[in-house]
Structure formats: structure tokens, C-alpha cells
């Protein structure tokens, strides 16, 4: 359990783990330093900040943490970072943690800090990481890889693969637009078979399953699905072809999609996703699976700081 604390006179001063990719840009430098500023001269934190070198220091950084080292994991970074650090905790002590995560949001959809309502100003961040309570997260795992807030096959999959990195540098989720457009006039993908709960099969043109109600940013496409809640949310999309892709962009965007009449969402503790071998499976936002892929609920929850214990 984290130590309750408020500000720098507290009994009790929380040891924070800041683990960071120090690539990542110097206007997101200058926030983490003014969030690590706070903590420490405002709310009398006691940080170690760590850097990452690659892809998988952070997972690592945070399956060697010690028991007791430290009050809470902060993964400063995007979905893709904190993804990281969540499976390094989620890797501890056989798949137990009870080192709770913090999140310092400095990518470019900020999807779970968003679910969260976690505040983006560095004081609002640096108060969440010194003072805030405990939230219950119940996490999925696809192919034993975890997520915090969705994992999809198909479209979506196709974007996150193909998506240039450099260019998401420049124009941030404009790069996402692009690489979507790009690959809806590319066609090809699927078809996919999708079995909820040990059921029947159905064939879809693509396939999210999520745990979070917000996806790429504050669109909706599980208006009742909650981090606390130990269920999965399977959202069908049945529909083939580039007219029937665009017009699901399109709901997402809108804030629609739930309206449609061939669209649903399906309450799940285990899915199947069969498909062309090999395709990608996305979760957080990065590639963490291929298919097939078996997804289901972590057997372990997440505790994670945030500013209010209930949504």
C-alpha cells in the first residue's frame, strides 16, 4: 500500500521511481523537469530518475526493482512507455505487484492518463504522484502480454505497425490520420474470427477489445467499459471493404459509433482472435501480439495513482 502524504511536512515522504526516455523531445524534457521540480522542492518527494536506452530498458527497469525500494514505478512517457512499465511490474514476484504505478502523460494520445482524469499541468501531476491514492486497475493480457486499456486486430493493428515514428514526432496524432487513411486505400487484412467466452465464432472486418471506455485520445468506442470493472468489452466491427471503413472512422470520430445498428459491444473474461497468422495485435498503442492471439483478464490487478478512487 502506498504511504498517504500531504506535501513537504508529511510524516512520510514518498520514493518515487521516475523511469524516462530521454529521447523523447526537449518540449517533453522541460515538462518532466518541471513536474520532477515540483516533487521535490513542493510536495518533498524523494525521486531517482532513470533513463532509458531502448526499447524494453523501461519493462526491465521495472522488474528489477527491489521490494521496498520504492513507494511507486512513475512511467514519464507515452501509452507505449508506461505499457512497458506496467508488464516490468506486472513481472515481479510471479505476476504479483503491490508497487503501485504512477504516470507523468507525455505522449501523443495520452489514452489511459486521459481514462484516468489524470491532470496534464506539472503541478496537477506532481500532486497525483505525492498525495493521490491507490486505483484498482484490472489489466487484460493478450498472448501473455499486458494492456491497461485496449488491444485490437485488424485496422487499427495495421496503423500501429505501419505508423512512421518520425513523422509522428512532427504532427503527433496527425501521423495516426494519415497512416489511416493510408491504409483503409491499401484494403487487404482479415477477414477475422472472433469467440467470446468459449461461443460460436463470428466473422468481423476488425476487432477491439478494451477495458477503457476512451480509444486514441477521448474518442468512445466502449461507453461502459472502466478500468476498475474485471471484465472485457469486445467491439465488433462486421462490416468489410473501404465505404464500411471509413464509415466506422468516421463514428469513432463523431462520437456515432455506438449508434450504429451493425456495431456491438460484447461483455468478455476471454476472447479468441483467428485471422491471417502472423498479423499484428496491437495494445496501448504499440505491437504486442500477432495473431492468433488469446485475450482475457490479467491475474493480477494494478494498483495506479490517480486523484480520486472511484469513477
Known sequence: ???????????????????????????????????????????GAVVTLRATGGRGDAEAMARAVAPGAFDAVV??????????????????????????????????????????????????VARVLAEGRTLPVHL???????FAMMAGAGLDARVVERVDTRLKRLIGKGAYALETLARIAAGGGGPYRVAVDGGEPVEVASVIVAKGHFYGGRFVCAPDARLTDPRLHVCLFPRSGRGNALRYLWGVTAGRLPRFP?????????????????????????VIAHLPVEIALAPWILPVLARRTVF
Open 262 to 286: 451493425d456495431y456491438r459491444v460484447l461483455p468478455a473474461r476471454r476472447v479468441i482472435v483467428e485471422g491471417p497468422a502472423g498479423e499484428p495485435v496491437q495494445g496501448d498503442g504499440d
Open 140 to 146: 487484460g493480457v493478450a498472448n501473455g502480454r499486458a
Open 75 to 124: 512511467a514519464a512517457g507515452g501509452d507505449g512507455t508506461i505499457n512497458e512499465v506496467i508488464n516490468g511490474l506486472g513481472a515481479r514476484g510471479g505476476g504479483e505487484t503491490t508497487i503501485p504505478l504512477g504516470i507523468v502523460p507525455l505522449g501523443t494520445a495520452n489514452v489511459l492518463a486521459h481514462e484516468l482524469d489524470l491532470p496534464l499541468d506539472a503541478e496537477g
Open 1 to 43: 500500500m502506498v504511504p498517504e502524504a500531504s506535501g513537504p511536512a508529511a510524516a512520510t515522504r514518498r520514493r518515487l521511481l521516475v523511469i524516462h526516455n530521454p529521447v523523447a523531445g526537449a518540449r517533453r524534457a522541460r515538462r518532466l523537469g518541471a513536474v520532477l521540480e515540483r516533487l521535490e522542492q513542493r510536495h
